[in-house]
T-cell receptor
Framework: DTGVSQDPRHKITKRGQNVTFRCDPI?????LYWYRQTLGQGPEFLTY????????KSRLLSDRFSAERPKGSFSTLEIQRTEQGDSAMYLC??????????????FGPGTRLTVL | GNSVTQMEGPVTLSEEAFLTINCTYT??????LFWYVQYPGEGLQLLLK?????DKGSNKGFEATYRKETTSFHLEKGSVQVSDSAVYFC?????????????FGSGTRLLVRP
């Protein structure tokens, strides 16, 4: 078990370009989360998958953002027509679908996006 | 709505000093409470958690007690080390939220000097 991995770790892009990030959760974890963290702030929830189903999306997730989790394993987060305000650290986390009181999320190292 | 408020940092201490980082929350029902730590260049790591009132979470010398009456979950350590320098995040999860998503505070940076 190597933990949650994310790729790439850093991405620099020009405004208007599309970017895609990948998250590989801990194997057998059926819940997968995406969060966004801006400088000096705590992570903010973006979206959540249980297996392959995307069950909740935050209002932060504009129509330029799309996330998928085909086959309930890895997940991708795509941002279309990037804007400078999209610059942030994008975090992925995974957990088992245990009881709410015991469910623990494990985080990946994040993908830092810089939009020029 | 649910929210978490942490004391602003940075908190600067000398090695072996006593640490307190304040955290208060607003939530419907009785949430689970967490402290995560982010070391420089690394991802968030769960430090400790508590799932019901009066529970005490502890790990690596850190402790926090779930206080329902004051809606608080303050993080403490009796003697900090230089290696404890990091950003600490308090978070909650509402049991009424089927997604189990975490709601974080803004983080408190701790700097421990030798």
């Amino acid at each position: 078990d190597t933990g949650v991995s994310q790729d790439p770790r850093h991405k620099i892009t020009k405004r208007g370009q599309n970017v895609t990030f990948r998250c590989d959760p801990i194997s057998e974890h059926n819940r997968l989360y995406w969060y966004r963290q801006t400088l000096g702030q705590g992570p903010e929830f973006l979206t959540y998958f249980q297996n392959e189903a995307q069950l909740e999306k935050s209002r932060l997730l504009s129509d330029r953002f799309s996330a998928e989790r085909p086959k309930g394993s890895f997940s991708t987060l795509e941002i279309q027509r990037t804007e400078q305000g999209d610059s942030a650290m994008y975090l992925c986390a995974s957990s088992n679908s245990g009881r709410a009181s015991t469910d623990t999320q494990y985080f990946g190292p994040g993908t830092r996006l810089t939009v020029l | 709505g649910n929210s978490v408020t942490q004391m602003e940092g940075p908190v600067t201490l000398s090695e072996e000093a006593f640490l307190t980082i304040n955290c208060t929350y607003t939530a419907t029902g009785y949430p689970s409470l967490f402290w995560y730590v982010q070391y420089p260049g690394e991802g968030l790591q769960l430090l400790l958690k508590a799932t019901k009132a009066d529970d005490k979470g502890s790990n690596k010398g850190f402790e926090a007690t779930y206080r329902k009456e004051t809606t608080s979950f303050h993080l403490e350590k009796g003697s900090v080390q230089v290696s404890d320098s990091a950003v600490y995040f308090c978070a909650l999860r509402s049991l009424m939220d089927s997604s189990y998503k975490l709601i974080f505070g803004s983080g408190t940076r701790l700097l421990v000097r030798p």
